[in-house]
T-cell receptor
Framework: DGGITQSPKYLFRKEGQNVTLSCEQNLNHDAMYWYRQDPGQGLRLIYYSQIVNDFQKGDIAEGYSVSREKKESFPLTVTSAQKNPTAFYLC?????????????FGPGTRLTVT | AQSVAQPEDQVNVAEGNPLTVKCTYSVSGNPYLFWYVQYPNRGLQFLLKYITGDNLVKGSYGFEAEFNKSQTSFHLKKPSALVSDSALYFCAVRDESSGNTGKLIFGQGTTLQVKP
C-alpha cells in the first residue's frame, strides 16, 4: 500500500452522525482521490483533487465533503445526508509519470453505519 | 462514452494452469490501460499498464497483459497460476474526458479463484 495511510481501518457510527476519514500520503503526489467500493459495483469516484485548495466532484459526491489544505492530506467527511454510507472507502494518489498517471492506493477504511 | 468491461464475475483455474482475466474497453482516442489487484480488505495494488509500444506488457508477480487494438481488449494473463493469485482484479482506463486529471474508469472487477 506504499506511502498512503488511511485511518482508522474500521469505523463504526450511528446514523445521523458525520464522520471524517483520514488519508495521508508521503509520496509527494499532486493528485488525490476518494473512491467508494461496494460489493459487485467496482470503484466509484467520490471526489478528487489535483492541487492544494482545489477539488472536484466525482460521480457520487452527494452526501460527502472534502478538503485539501495540505498536499499530503485529503480527508473525506461522510455527512448525515449520505443515504447509504456503509461501504469500503479507498483513498488514492497519483503523480504524472511519463505520459500517464498511475494511482497508488491506501489500505482502505471500512465504515459501518447503524 | 468511455467504458471498461470485465465480462466475467469470477474465473476459476487450477494451480499450475494458465489463467486469463478478460477486459474490453471503449475510448475515442488512444487508450491508457491498467490492471490492479485487490486482496481481501486491502487497497488496490498496481500490476501493469499499457500506454504505447509493445502489445505484450509484463508486470508484477509474473503477470502480463496483451493489448489488442482491433478487439479493444486488454486481457490479463499468467502462464502458471498460484493459489496466492486468488484475489479481485480490476481493469481500468484513463478518463480522456477529464483532460489531464489522472482520473481512471474502473471495471466491475473479476474474482480469480485458483484451486490447489
Amino acid at each position: 500500500d506504499g506511502g498512503i495511510t488511511q485511518s482508522p481501518k474500521y469505523l463504526f457510527r450511528k446514523e445521523g452522525q458525520n464522520v471524517t476519514l483520514s488519508c495521508e500520503q508521503n509520496l509527494n503526489h499532486d493528485a488525490m482521490y476518494w473512491y467508494r467500493q461496494d460489493p459487485g459495483q467496482g470503484l466509484r469516484l467520490i471526489y478528487y483533487s489535483q492541487i492544494v485548495n482545489d477539488f472536484q466532484k466525482g460521480d457520487i459526491a452527494e452526501g460527502y465533503s472534502v478538503s485539501r489544505e495540505k498536499k499530503e492530506s485529503f480527508p473525506l467527511t461522510v455527512t448525515s445526508a449520505q443515504k447509504n454510507p456503509t461501504a469500503f472507502y479507498l483513498c488514492a494518489s497519483s503523480v504524472y509519470r511519463g505520459v500517464s498517471y498511475e494511482q497508488y492506493f491506501g489500505p482502505g477504511t471500512r465504515l459501518t453505519v447503524t | 462514452a468511455q467504458s471498461v468491461a470485465q465480462p466475467e464475475d469470477q474465473v476459476n483455474v487450477a494451480e499450475g494452469n494458465p489463467l486469463t482475466v478478460k477486459c474490453t474497453y471503449s475510448v475515442s482516442g488512444n487508450p491508457y490501460l491498467f490492471w490492479y489487484v485487490q486482496y481481501p480488505n486491502r487497497g488496490l495494488q498496481f500490476l501493469l499498464k499499457y500506454i504505447t509500444g509493445d502489445n505484450l506488457v509484463k508486470g508484477s508477480y509474473g503477470f502480463e497483459a496483451e493489448f489488442n487494438k482491433s478487439q479493444t481488449s486488454f486481457h490479463l494473463k499468467k502462464p502458471s497460476a498460484l493459489v496466492s493469485d486468488s484475489a479481485l482484479y480490476f481493469c481500468a482506463v484513463r478518463d480522456e474526458s477529464s483532460g489531464n486529471t489522472g482520473k481512471l474508469i474502473f471495471g466491475q472487477g473479476t474474482t480469480l479463484q485458483v484451486k490447489p
